[in-house]
């Protein structure tokens, strides 16, 4: 079984920064993709930022120049910088790791006041 500890959520003012950690643990094989994905009530679930293995990077046009993700591979640990948050932001964020199984964190909440 494999086991994701997500932590880093909370509520914030418009332009200020959260970071999200998610560390992955138990019978891992080899984590090839991580990343990080967000829902809103009614809506589908959205990549918001993906990491391969090489460190290969990919974002949302929606997040592109505030949000960064990075890994430590040594720690099977994800993680999302997010910079001068918005409104918009507020989501269920679920870490996201491929080994290739697929699997999902149980969601932090991230809630953006203006």
């Known amino acids: 079984q494999v086991q994701l500890v997500e932590s880093g959520g909370g509520s914030v003012q418009s332009g200020e920064s959260l970071r999200l950690s998610c560390a992955a643990s138990?019978?891992?094989?080899?984590?090839?993709?991580m990343g990080w994905y967000r829902q809103t009530p009614g809506t589908q679930r959205e990549l918001v930022a993906t990491?391969?293995?090489?460190?290969?990077?990919n974002y949302a046009n929606s997040v592109k120049g505030r949000f960064t993700i990075s890994r430590d591979n040594a720690k099977n640990t994800v993680y999302l910088q997010m910079n001068s948050l918005q409104p918009e932001d507020t989501a269920v964020y679920y870490c996201?790791?491929?080994?290739?199984?697929?699997?999902w964190g149980q969601g932090t909440q991230v809630t953006v006041s203006s």
């Open positions: 996201n790791v491929r080994d290739p199984r697929i699997f």
């Open positions: 138990g019978n891992i094989f080899r984590i090839n993709t």
């Open positions: 990491i391969t293995s090489g460190g290969i990077t």
